[in-house]
Every structure is written in structure tokens, then in C-alpha cells.
């Protein structure tokens, strides 16, 4: 099992200005604005995938490493299951996504998960790739 993590950047303030892609890069570059909260505002939500067994050094479970745990429920679409790591409504973006993958037989032979990201409710997803190949 794989461990997935998704932030996303949701849009709060329906009346404010539009959020752009420009202006989230120049708010990032600019590091008096890194220490206000964004105007127009807007909420940085996370989900992952890790295995919450592993919750204390002092306790049972401590080296699980059963990572693809923490979802929130699976479905199944097309005849496959598939895990729900996040679920958010409204406007927003995805800014960073992260999953390990694995060595098979070298460099060239990377495997990982498959990553499916379905919007507004429907059973076709938008983004459907190998993780490896989505990120090169």
C-alpha cells in the first residue's frame, strides 16, 4: 500500500478577488507577504495516506508501516476499487502531491501508484496517470 498526500489550496471568500496561478507564485516570492495571511483569503487543506498506528514511540504499532491506511472510505468506479484520500467542496487547486514509489530493476523500471482526481462529482477523472509518469 501506497501513502498519498494532497494539499490543497481552497478558495474561502467567494466575493474576493480571483486567485491565479500568477499571483499564488508572486505571493510565494514575496516574503513580507509570507507572514500576513492571504487576501483574498483562502485555506491550505492536506490529506494523507499514512499509516496512524504509528502514533507514539512508546506504544503498540510504533514501526507500522502499512502506509495507504488513512483514507477516508473506497469506492468503486469502472470495476476497480479505489481509495478516497480527499474530499472538498468549492473552487480550488491542487499545489503539491507526493507518493513514494518503487525501484523494480533499476532507474528505467519505476513503478507507482495509479492517480485518479475526479471533480464536481464525476465518475470520469480528470487527471488518470501513473504517478511516476505524472510528475516527469
Same mark, same amino acid.
Given at each position: 500500500?501506497?501513502?498519498?498526500? $494532497?494539499?490543497?489550496?481552497?478558495?474561502?471568500?467567494?466575493?474576493?478577488?480571483?486567485?491565479?496561478?500568477?499571483?499564488?507564485?508572486?505571493?510565494?516570492?514575496?516574503?513580507?507577504?509570507?507572514?500576513?495571511?492571504? $487576501?483574498?483569503?483562502?485555506?491550505?487543506?492536506?490529506?494523507?495516506?499514512?499509516?496512524?498506528?504509528?502514533?507514539?514511540?512508546?506504544?503498540?504499532?510504533? &514501526?507500522?508501516?502499512?502506509?495507504?491506511?488513512?483514507?477516508?472510505?473506497? #469506492?468503486?468506479?469502472?470495476?476497480?476499487?479505489?481509495?478516497?484520500?480527499?474530499?472538498?467542496?468549492?473552487?480550488?487547486?491542487?499545489?503539491?502531491?507526493?507518493?513514494?514509489?518503487?525501484?523494480?530493476?533499476?532507474?528505467?523500471?519505476? #513503478?507507482?501508484? #495509479?492517480?485518479?482526481?475526479? $471533480?464536481?462529482?464525476?465518475?470520469?477523472?480528470?487527471?488518470?496517470?501513473?504517478? &511516476?509518469?505524472?510528475?516527469?
Amino acid at each position: 500500500m501506497l501513502p498519498l498526500v $494532497l494539499l490543497i489550496s481552497a478558495h474561502i471568500d467567494l466575493h474576493a478577488q480571483k486567485i491565479t496561478m500568477t499571483g499564488l507564485l508572486k505571493e510565494m516570492d514575496d516574503r513580507a507577504r509570507l507572514a500576513r495571511f492571504p $487576501l483574498p483569503a483562502y485555506a491550505a487543506l492536506q490529506a494523507s495516506s499514512y499509516n496512524r498506528e504509528s502514533a507514539a514511540r512508546d506504544a503498540p504499532g510504533w &514501526f507500522a508501516d502499512g502506509d495507504g491506511t488513512g483514507f477516508i472510505r473506497t #469506492e468503486t468506479i469502472a470495476g476497480k476499487q479505489e481509495w478516497v484520500v480527499m474530499e472538498q467542496q468549492g473552487p480550488g487547486a491542487l499545489t503539491r502531491l507526493w507518493a513514494p514509489y518503487f525501484f523494480t530493476g533499476g532507474l528505467d523500471d519505476l #513503478e507507482g501508484p #495509479e492517480i485518479r482526481i475526479y $471533480l464536481d462529482g464525476s465518475n470520469i477523472p480528470v487527471i488518470h496517470e501513473n504517478f &511516476f509518469k505524472l510528475i516527469t
